[in-house]
């Protein structure tokens, strides 16, 4: 494959590794048709820049140029995963599969189906119900959403319903109500808004974050009200804040910092 500035993801989540090898650490990950921009190669990997403007390594067999420039016709899947098949038939032979938060260019459309195309030419169908509009964002609909990806496990660098990490589930949850925020948890709590040193004060769909020994922001979950929060570790879960409760969490209210947000009141 020739070198090109520009690049796209070509698989359903390709990871970005710290070092150019595939037993390195997962810092994050990429998603079909994600835009990246090449800094540097070295033997088999690139080392680029992700859309959320996050760094790191990935294969070169994972991405590939592309003649598609244009956004229009771009549409979110919003299905948790889907398959993608030659022909538009579910006997078919598979093609590609893609998660929900991927913007696919749509092609063509039937009353059941769209044909997408991905980055290396290769054109597959997937079920019309994989992509629908954003949801209507309010308080209420973003924590149902949220609360439907109790028990997916937790996954170090992952940010896709496969398996997240904590900052990653945050920026999953905002990117399907049309906000788009940056990838770890120190990003996101210098870019949200502050609310309150109580977690008391938090509505539904503000962010709690957390620090470890008074150290940078290593945490962050979805405030659900009355100090109960949804978060990722281990897997996707539901803790409380408030000693009384049974899903009280100690570490979490000894690491408690602030409530910040992203949503309009």
């Known amino acids: ?11 359903v989540v390709a990871n970005i590794y710290a070092e150019e090898k595939f ?32 760094r790191g390594w990935i294969h070169r067999e994972q ?5 598609e420039r244009s956004e229009e016709n771009r549409e979110m899947i919003t299905k948790t995963l889907i398959q993608f098949y030659h022909d538009p038939n579910i006997q ?32 597959g169908w997937a079920e019309i119900n994989s992509i629908q509009p954003h949801p209507q964002l309010n308080r209420i609909k973003l924590i149902e959403y949220a609360e439907g990806f109790l028990g997916v496990p937790y996954l170090w660098g992952g940010k896709t319903p ?3 990490d904590c900052s990653g589930f945050v920026q999953f949850i905002y990117k399907m109500f049309g906000i788009e925020i940056r990838r770890d948890a120190a990003m996101q709590s210098d870019d949200a808004q502050f609310i ?9 769909g503000d962010l709690y974050f957390f620090s470890e020994n ?11 009200g009355s100090g109960r929060v949804l978060h ?26 602030t409530v910040k947000s992203f949503l309009k009141k």
């Open 1 to 11: 494959m020739n070198i090109s500035k520009n690049i796209f993801t070509n698989i």
């Open 23 to 54: 037993n390195s650490a997962i810092v994050s990950q990429t998603v079909l048709w994600e835009k990246l921009y090449i800094l540097k190669e070295k033997g088999s990997f690139y080392y680029v820049v992700c859309e959320d403007g996050y």
């Open 63 to 67: 991405v590939h140029t592309s003649g």
């Open 92 to 123: 078919s032979t598979p093609v590609r599969r893609a998660v929900a938060g991927c913007r696919v260019p749509v092609i063509e459309k039937t009353d059941q189906w769209i044909r997408c195309r991905f980055p290396d030419g290769v054109d």
């Open 162 to 164: 496969l398996g997240f």
């Open 196 to 204: 309150s040193n109580n977690y008391l004060d938090g509505q539904k």
């Open 214 to 224: 008074s150290k940078k922001i290593s945490h962050v979950g979805i405030c659900l």
């Open 232 to 257: 990722a570790r281990g897997m996707v879960r539901i803790n409380s804040l408030n000693k009384n409760a049974l899903n009280y969490d100690e570490k979490l209210f000894a690491n408690f910092t």
